[in-house]
């Protein structure tokens, strides 16, 4: 018996493009979801466990870095686009992060005041007003798509793309914590130049690097008829010669280069970006392995609903917390939150993708016809 019930209309994934991208943003929302459960409910003697560190220090950046890499893939990729289209998908991205914030965070940490499970010093400096300002991935994504969008439809040269993403990594540093004087301001500026104790969890400077980069990488693509394993060796060179380069530059001046995991230097985002190309090619050779397994199917079906799953499992991780409080589970009990976090996601994304099909499988309403009487 398979734990996670895929869909009867679901079809069999054919190797391409389209699905080694899938199987990698799958993968990416699974590690994220454990990141995240680790991260709220794991005790500190579990989260700064081997277990813990391996998680967040060694799945953690990748993931994140892969999710927001591969979302500037799709972006390179796409031609047909029109601004029009891509303005208001990044405006909805940006409004759905405030949307969220509001359910996963504000909503049940003002509940949980009100019914006296936790007082305002319990959650301090947290109130629920922050919670709803913080800054997470679908501001990110909002933002970094009009920046997309604009270096796409302004010029058609790769290396013009590759440039912007070097200079956002590099001038980082400059900009960091660089605030005005005007409150209401600062609040949008946080998004651009602020750090995780200010809420933006996901700055610009320098995440905006990883989907422009990808961008770059998914037009590169493109132009070269990428469709098969031969031509995903791509990955491979790219990523090994980003990855050397992206070691040796860090080395140089760790300091300066890795400063934390939400906030780094140049040289980590370089590193980065070659981990996430030489990850997209195993899993790559994983699905040209596995292309008729259960496992391919389930992570491809979680890559094509991650938006849907990302919501659900924050919702499901902040509402959770009100059962069991704030890093407050055992080893055996965090890795049983996981789990159950990951269940109950995959099921209540279940809905979502049947709506999803039968809409996109009615055919459309016949348009009702005008007769016309003959005059006598």
Known sequence: MKLFYLPHNLATPSVNRQLTFDVA???????????????????????????????????????????VFIMGVFVGFSTSS??????????????????????????????????????YQ?????????????????????????ICSALKHATNKIYIWICAATAIAFLSHTVWDKYTSLSIFDEL?????????????????????????????GRFLKRKNDCD????????????????????????????HIVTNLRSGPGVVLLMTGIVMLFIFAIHLFVVRFKAT????????????VTALYVLQWICIG????????????????????????????????PWYNYKSSTKSAPPKPRASIKVKAPA
């Open 229 to 256: 394993a031969i031509n995903f060796t791509y990955c491979l060179k790219l990523g090994a010669v980003c990855t050397t380069l992206g070691v040796l530059l860090t080395l140089s001046n760790p300091d300066y």
């Open 82 to 119: 029109t601004p029009r289209e891509e303005i208001k998908r990044a405006l909805s991205l940006f409004a759905l992060g405030y949307i969220l914030n509001l359910l996963r965070g504000t909503i049940p940490m003002w509940l949980s005041i009100e019914i006296g499970l936790v007082t």
């Open 189 to 217: 500026l946080k998004l651009f130049v602020g750090n995780e104790e200010v809420g933006a969890i996901f700055p610009i400077f320098p995440w905006a690097a990883y989907p422009i980069a990808g961008m770059a990488f």
């Open 25 to 67: 943003k799958g993968l990416a929302v699974l590690l994220m979801i454990m990141i995240h459960v680790l991260d709220f409910y794991g005790l500190d003697e579990v989260r700064f466990s081997t277990f813990g560190n391996t998680i967040k220090f060694a799945l953690g950046w990748p993931a994140a870095s892969m999710f």
């Open 319 to 350: 509402w959770g917390l009100m059962l069991v409080g704030l890093q407050q589970l055992s080893m055996l009990s965090t890795l049983a939150a996981m789990l159950i976090v990951l269940f109950a996601c995959h099921y209540l994304v279940l």
């Open 122 to 146: 319990d959650v301090a400096p947290h109130t629920p007003l922050s919670e709803l300002l913080i800054g997470d991935v679908f501001q990110f994504a909002g933002i970094s798509l009009l």
């Open 294 to 305: 259960y496992v391919v199917s389930l992570f491809a079906f979680w890559g094509k609903n």
